[in-house]
């Protein structure tokens, strides 16, 4: 608690301080809230959100959010704060959708625009916000399992890989990709567990929660291949263990005779520079990748267009690429 406290005592300090130079300079406050700032995927968001700043120069981009995911609290504190201090729209990625109402039953009275970008709320509560910008996440465990099926085509067993128990975008990346080995659709997110459906069996223990935490990610992908001597598939749901290379590449070579010869279908969603990296080195059959920084750069835009009258496309999606070592040269998209 005390991390959680003094993390949201500093993002408050560091957006007062934005809010009253912004201010200072006639141009409304649009903030950009990732699940967590030390993550590079959201890195290339705020980089789209920068970029829009910078090519329209009628508003401010302020990237603010807790340095690590935990369960969303300082989050949750993060978008209170930024309506308190009145800024003009918020963009915020939920990393617990349910909790994150309250803050945003703030902003709504208040008259604060808001988009949800990278992960939505709950249905119930979608009343909230304006729109969602960026993928569909119920796509990306579509694209895992096609991949998966591809690889293991008599299907095999699996462990999935994911990020917090709350995260409405992973959960729905988790359905998509059981109701594709499945082969029907199951009622809601995260899904109904595989157990033998057309081959696949879901192993004991998984899925495995990272809550963002690379290390802890890590650790659960070298227990597993340990563990699992003859596990069929690895998909994590987000590039959870790949954000940290050197981790990655010492939990997965010692299997990677196993991944040369077919025999483990390791799939990996994202497709930052590093992750196509691995796996031209051999480390995963295929990526599944977004597209942070059109996430970052349509949601200012978004912002602006409501602030200024106009309407934003609900939902609006930022598309997706799947690589594999055969399309690496041609699969990443704009």
């Known amino acids: 608690m005390k991390k959680i406290l003094l993390g949201a005592v500093a993002a408050a300090f560091s957006l007062s301080f934005a809010v009253a130079e ?8 649009f903030a950009l809230v990732p699940k ?5 995927f959201f890195d290339q968001a705020r980089d789209g959100c920068k970029k829009a700043e910078e090519e329209l120069g009628d508003f401010e981009c302020l990237y603010i959010g807790p340095g690590e995911h935990g369960g969303g609290e300082e989050q949750v504190q993060v ?3 930024l309506v308190a201090r009145g800024v003009a729209g918020i963009a915020v990625a939920p990393a617990n959708a349910a ?8 902003a709504k009275a208040a008259g604060i625009p808001v ?8 249905p119930e509560n979608k009343d909230l916000r304006v729109a969602y910008i960026g993928t569909k996440n119920y796509d990306i465990g579509v694209n895992l399992a096609k991949l998966a099926m591809e690889a293991k085509p008599d299907g095999g067993t699996l462990c999935i890989q994911s990020g917090g128990a709350a995260a409405a975008n992973h959960n729905e990346r988790m359905q998509g990709l059981r109701d594709t080995l499945h082969g029907a659709e199951s009622a809601e997110p995260p899904g109904e567990r595989l157990t033998g459906q057309n081959g696949w069996t879901e192993i004991d223990g998984c899925p495995l929660y990272t809550d963002d935490d690379f290390m802890r990610a890590n650790q659960q992908l070298e227990d597993i291949l340990a563990r699992e001597t003859n596990l069929d598939a690895f998909l994590p749901t987000g590039g959870f263990p790949q954000f940290i290379p050197d981790a990655y590449r010492a939990a997965v070579t010692p299997y990677k005779d196993r991944i040369d010869s077919g025999a483990l279908a390791l799939i990996v969603a994202d497709t930052l520079p590093v992750q196509m990296e691995l796996m031209a080195e051999g480390l995963s059959v295929g990526q599944v990748g977004q597209r942070p920084f059109e996430m970052g750069h349509r949601a200012m835009l978004g912002l602006r267009d409501i602030v200024n009258g106009g309407s934003v496309d609900d939902p609006t999606y ?4 799947v690589c ?3 399309n690496a040269d041609s699969c990443i998209g704009g």
């Open 115 to 122: 988009v949800t970008w990278d992960s939505d709320l709950l």
């Open 324 to 326: 594999t070592p055969d």
């Open 99 to 106: 909790a994150m109402v309250a803050p945003l039953l703030e």
């Open 36 to 40: 967590n700032t030390n993550n590079p």
């Open 318 to 321: 930022t598309g997706l690429d």
């Open 22 to 29: 912004s201010q200072a300079q006639d141009k409304p406050i």
């Open 79 to 81: 978008v209170s704060d």
